[in-house]
């Protein structure tokens, strides 16, 4: 990871000293953090189209940071790769996400993003089997999210394999959005396919994102995997999405995340008739 950080900003030579110890401070802080429990899982619903029914959660990392308050995972996450602080963090949120959706009142999925770098240093297996282990949740229950810039080398897949043959499905993330889509869906038997949200963003004024998705649906029925459309905002996105044959839908329409305490209301409300 050090050489990672060194090549890529050695291009910005003037403030090189200065981003440097910045990231080093983060990365101070980072640990701290998960020292003292500053980390939090938020929970994102996802509808299951077919029978308008919860289908799961998405569980979204948040530093909440006693100074600074909610700090979103997209300006911490990098950090925490860069750094290896990643590892330790991806099991707490393995641990923490099968704890937390074995409270629900309905045996829901759960949703658990993995970095590319929990697959490089970490043995994912077991830190994956240690979360069922000890929640007791059993592993049909859980989905892993991926997005291709994990690579599938042969330890990679195997891993996946493993995984599956637990139980554990698997989910290609923000799909449509890399270089290798096709090539990726090939490489790997995925069980899921996630819609990113910038077609579904544009998929009511643009009939391009709208192919794309009607071909992504498609493709996925083919290969005998569900879809998840993400980032679903408005009534007519998520109509559109239903003709189109997605299988479930996420988005601030139906939700926003939500803390641990906000979502077990939340499914218990929802199992009401
Ligand atoms: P992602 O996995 O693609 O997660 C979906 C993101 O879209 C989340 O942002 C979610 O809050 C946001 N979102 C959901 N519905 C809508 C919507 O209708 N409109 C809009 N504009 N946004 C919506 P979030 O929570 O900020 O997470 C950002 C990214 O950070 C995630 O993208 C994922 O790549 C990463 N991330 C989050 N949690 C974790 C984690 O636990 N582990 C790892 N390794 N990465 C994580
Ligand atoms: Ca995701
Ligand atoms: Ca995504
Ligand atoms: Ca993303």
């Given at each position: 990871a050090k050489s990672d950080t060194s090549s890529s900003y050695r291009l910005y030579d003037a403030d090189i000293k200065d981003t440097r110890a910045e990231r080093r401070a983060l990365e101070g802080a980072l640990r701290n953090a998960h020292d003292n429990g500053e980390f939090e899982l938020f929970y994102q619903p996802i509808l299951?189209?077919?029978?308008?029914r919860m289908w799961g959660c998405e569980a979204l990392v948040r530093w909440k940071h006693p100074s600074k308050g909610m700090i979103s995972p997209l300006q911490f996450v990098p950090a925490a790769e860069e750094s290896g602080l990643i590892g330790p963090i991806g099991d707490w949120i393995l641990e923490d996400a099968c704890a937390t959706a074995m409270s629900w009142e309905q045996p829901l999925k759960v949703a658990v993003n993995l970095s590319p770098v929990q697959f490089r240093n970490r043995d994912v297996f077991a830190s994956v089997k240690k979360a069922l282990d000890i929640s007791g949740?059993?592993?049909?229950?859980l989905v892993l999210e991926i997005t291709?810039?994990?690579?599938?080398?042969e330890e990679a897949t195997a891993t996946l394999k493993r995984l599956k043959a637990l139980g554990v499905s698997i989910a290609l993330d923000d799909?449509?959005?890399?270089?290798?889509s096709m090539s990726y869906l090939r490489s790997f038997p995925f069980d899921k396919i996630k819609i990113d949200q910038s077609f579904v963003r544009s998929m009511l004024d643009s009939s391009d994102s709208r192919a794309i998705i009607k071909a992504t649906i498609g493709l996925a029925k083919d290969l005998r995997m569900s879809t998840t459309a993400e980032g679903v905002e408005t009534e007519e996105q998520l109509n559109a999405l239903r003709l189109a044959g997605a299988s479930q839908a996420q988005g601030y329409l139906i939700a926003k995340p939500m803390p641990r305490e906000a979502i077990a209301a939340f499914i218990a409300d929802a199992q009401k008739p």
């Amino acid at each position: 990871a050090k050489s990672d950080t060194s090549s890529s900003y050695r291009l910005y030579d003037a403030d090189i000293k200065d981003t440097r110890a910045e990231r080093r401070a983060l990365e101070g802080a980072l640990r701290n953090a998960h020292d003292n429990g500053e980390f939090e899982l938020f929970y994102q619903p996802i509808l299951d189209l077919a029978t308008n029914r919860m289908w799961g959660c998405e569980a979204l990392v948040r530093w909440k940071h006693p100074s600074k308050g909610m700090i979103s995972p997209l300006q911490f996450v990098p950090a925490a790769e860069e750094s290896g602080l990643i590892g330790p963090i991806g099991d707490w949120i393995l641990e923490d996400a099968c704890a937390t959706a074995m409270s629900w009142e309905q045996p829901l999925k759960v949703a658990v993003n993995l970095s590319p770098v929990q697959f490089r240093n970490r043995d994912v297996f077991a830190s994956v089997k240690k979360a069922l282990d000890i929640s007791g949740m059993p592993a049909q229950r859980l989905v892993l999210e991926i997005t291709e810039s994990v690579k599938l080398t042969e330890e990679a897949t195997a891993t996946l394999k493993r995984l599956k043959a637990l139980g554990v499905s698997i989910a290609l993330d923000d799909f449509g959005t890399g270089y290798a889509s096709m090539s990726y869906l090939r490489s790997f038997p995925f069980d899921k396919i996630k819609i990113d949200q910038s077609f579904v963003r544009s998929m009511l004024d643009s009939s391009d994102s709208r192919a794309i998705i009607k071909a992504t649906i498609g493709l996925a029925k083919d290969l005998r995997m569900s879809t998840t459309a993400e980032g679903v905002e408005t009534e007519e996105q998520l109509n559109a999405l239903r003709l189109a044959g997605a299988s479930q839908a996420q988005g601030y329409l139906i939700a926003k995340p939500m803390p641990r305490e906000a979502i077990a209301a939340f499914i218990a409300d929802a199992q009401k008739p």
